[in-house]
């Protein structure tokens, strides 16, 4: 399953721009077969020159998107784009935009943006498109991601991290398309299934708006002088590693060890993330080698010590916004499936007969103990999954917290259990900044720059603009 690193340095590197130019993206927020917004403010369409304001609809008509405005205006192509007539004072509102895809808090609202709203006709209906500068697209990710009242010194850190991460998939999006080799993300035969989910998946835009990339939710979240202070005073700023931009990866707990990088996506080693233990100094009475299968059911089982191990209302509500906080357990956790529940639940997300499930079965663990590989033995067949989230799908109606658990088989009849209990540590992937970590680094009085320094080792910090 190798696969040749494209990460290499090239003369268009973003380490490069000029430092007046401040990159605008694409991302994209929402995809249906009609969509409603209202325009606050004067737009106009950039291909006919067309003013339109108030609520519009855009909807699908032969093979072309018709918009059309409360005067009546309408315009129409396979690519609408709407463009503020000021720079100040307009924005736009998308009805019924879905966030949390697929997990378990999923739900719809409306959200409210900056810059230009792009229509483009795709194979899925309509997407809607929003392009705006990088640092406003910062300002909203921070108030998304985190709780816009969290302290300086974590929302600094995030809005590097976030800006970092932006900034080298742009890098990696530009390489991809050099390459002629097509990227793969995965790897199947009939004894089994290798995948790892990742933004390349988005043909028509930079970045999708939910967590499959960064949540982005515009100017909807309440912004607060906090949060504006820590992207403008780190403005420009990103996390570097021998003169590239850092692909800085960050999930919620890492439950006490980050990941590394190749064990979540790609077969490329990043040293900058590699395994950071999240204490200071390391738990003793642990044996830090967790991808031995002892070492990781002792760790798990346990409650070791951490920056992310705190149980502080005050600090988890600046990382858990209201529909986070729906999720009780993360640092250690535990879920309980019933045979038949369990069987189903495995058949129906793999898309495999299993019949009854026999075990599950650690085939590789990563260096924070999340399961890399998973050997699922069944009455009728017995299959191989991986990576950490093809799990996580695998044995969740949404998402598993993670896949760093053991797993333990009660009620066992004729060889086949009655009932499964995974006991688990963390929540996400663990790779990079461990967010609800940060946060208590952060209120410990840590800066920012320490704290990226903890889950970025080895990393330098550069203005590019």
Known sequence: MSQQSIYTDHPESLLSMSSQFVPTIDVGVLSSREINARLEGEFRCLHTEQRCSGRINARIDADVIVVADESGTSVAGKEVVLEPVSKTGTSFTLFGVTIGVSFHWERNEDQRFVGSLKLLLTDAGIAAINSVSVEDYLTSVISSEMSAGSSVHLLKAHAVTSRSWLLAQIEKSRLLKKNPVKYQTLFEDSQQRIRWYDREDHAHFDVCADDHCQRYQGITKAYTGTVQRAVEETRGQVVTFHGTIC???????????????????????????????????????????????????????????????????????????????????????????????????????????????????????????????????????????????????????????????????????????????????????????????????????????????????????????
């Not at 149980?311 to 956790?333: C, G, M, N, P």
């Not at 109606?397 to 009620?411: A, C, N, T």
């Open 247 to 465: 692909d800085a990866r960050f999930s919620k707990s890492c439950g006490g060890v980050s990941e590394l990088f190749e064990n979540a996506w790609e077969p490329v080693h990043y040293p900058y993330l590699t395994p950071v233990v999240d204490s200071l100094p390391p738990p003793s009475g642990y044996s830090m080698d967790l991808t031995n299968e002892k070492a990781a059911e002792a760790w798990i089982r346990g409650d070791p010590p951490a920056f992310c191990n705190t149980t502080d209302k005050a600090i988890l509500s600046q990382v858990l916004l209201k529909y986070d906080q729906e999720t009780t357990d993360f640092y250690r956790w535990k879920v309980a499936y019933g045979q038949s529940e369990i069987a189903e639940l495995i058949g129906k997300r793999s898309g495999i007969d299993f019949g009854a499930i026999i075990d599950l079965v650690p085939i590789e663990r990563g260096a924070s103990g999340r399961i890399i590989k998973l050997k699922i033995v069944g009455t009728k067949k017995t299959y191989t999954i991986g990576k950490e989230l093809e799990i996580r799908k695998t044995l969740s109606r949404s998402h598993l917290y993670s896949s760093g658990f053991v797993v333990d088989k009660e009620d066992v009849r004729n060889g086949i259990p009655g009932r499964f209990v995974l006991r688990g540590a963390g929540w996400g992937h663990g790779v990079g900044l461990c967010q609800i970590g940060a946060a208590v680094m952060g209120e410990k009085g840590y800066s920012f720059d320490r704290i990226l320094a903890h889950y970025f080792p080895g990393s330098e910090l550069k203005t590019l603009y």
